[in-house]
């Protein structure tokens, strides 16, 4: 999934066993077993008190150079890559929310929908087991967690991962993966047979079905003018753009047309509302710090 290239031809295969790694110097040289949750978050055991270690529902194999630049981060939306692989997977900083822009590992769209299922799974598997991995293994990747009692993954990931479900829908090939699954080992991932499940478990009802713009950056021009660009979801649905002078905003009203210059509740002002991929914000105080969140808007103004 790190390097496969749906309905085209991927750079290389590999055939199982004969090319099981051994020793990497680049992409294509043997395979390994990637835990796409990562097992440093658990202490690595592979033991009977850590099934997650042989749990097939979240195990995949992948070319083991990308998987080692993959290493333990979390998944992300990256629009600056330090590492692109041959099929467009990505290493960089996280642009999908302001909360979080340490380094993630970005695949490509056609495989975020199977990576959000796996972890939504992983979520409901171990929900007991993750607050102790959490304060017992955690490190400076397990910000995407929080890092308390309950285990539950922080509010910006699990938008993403349903964006990431929504955007990119249960395929033939997870469904058959999912079953070959459950015939070895008698447990599959409810989040594949049943897509809907995923909205209300984790979004308390029916999601939105209005997938997030992706890739938003912004950019210093000077000290008074900072450029904003980002791409628009899978839909091309319209966007609305707010700014704050603090990390604190409100979610917008659906329902509600919003226009530039309107508050939202909760914090946050409007600049800019419509189908266009850039804003250039001008007039800005030197020195100041200044938020941005970007949401994406269908036609009911959901």
Excluded at 158 to 166: A, F, K, P, S
Excluded at 184 to 212: K, L, M, R
Excluded at 271 to 293: D, I, K, Q, W
Aim: glycine letters at 8%; proline letters at 4%.
């Amino acid at each position: 999934m790190y390097s496969d290239i749906p309905g085209g031809t991927p750079a290389y295969t590999y055939t199982i066993t004969i090319h099981q790694c051994g020793t990497y110097s680049g992409e294509g040289d043997c395979y390994n077993r990637e835990h796409s949750f990562p097992k440093s978050r658990w202490g690595g055991f592979d033991d009977a008190a850590n099934p997650q270690y042989t749990d097939l529902n979240h195990l995949y194999a992948t070319d083991g150079y990308i998987n080692s630049k993959r290493s333990n981060y979390p998944f992300g939306e990256v629009s600056l890559p330090t590492y692109t692989s041959t099929n467009g997977s990505k290493v960089g900083d996280n642009t999908y929310s302001v909360d979080y822009n340490g380094i993630v590992f970005k695949p490509i769209d056609e495989y975020k929908g199977d990576f959000a299922r796996t972890y939504l799974y992983m979520a409901t598997r171990f929900k007991d087991e993750i607050p102790t991995w959490v304060s017992t293994y955690s490190s400076a990747t397990d910000i995407e967690i929080v890092l308390n009692s309950t285990g539950d993954f922080t509010s910006w990931y699990i938008n993403m991962l349903l964006d990431w479900h929504e955007a990119d829908p249960v395929s033939q090939k997870e469904l058959d993966r999912n079953q070959e699954v459950y015939n070895a080992q008698g447990n599959a991932n409810p989040y594949i047979d049943h897509p809907e499940w995923a909205c209300e478990v984790f979004a308390s009802g029916s999601c939105t079905g209005v997938a997030a713009p992706q890739n938003f950056a912004a950019n210093a021009l000077s000290g008074t003018e900072i450029l904003l660009n980002w791409n628009l979801n899978i839909n091309a649905n319209n966007i609305i753009l707010a700014f704050n002078s603090s990390n604190s905003f409100g979610t917008p009203l659906n329902g509600t047309a919003y226009s530039a210059n309107d508050l939202i509740s909760g914090g946050g002002t409007i600049l800019y509302a419509g189908n266009a991929t850039s804003f250039n914000h001008t007039s800005l105080t030197e020195g100041t710090v200044y938020y941005y969140r970007v949401w994406s808007v269908d036609a009911s103004s959901n």
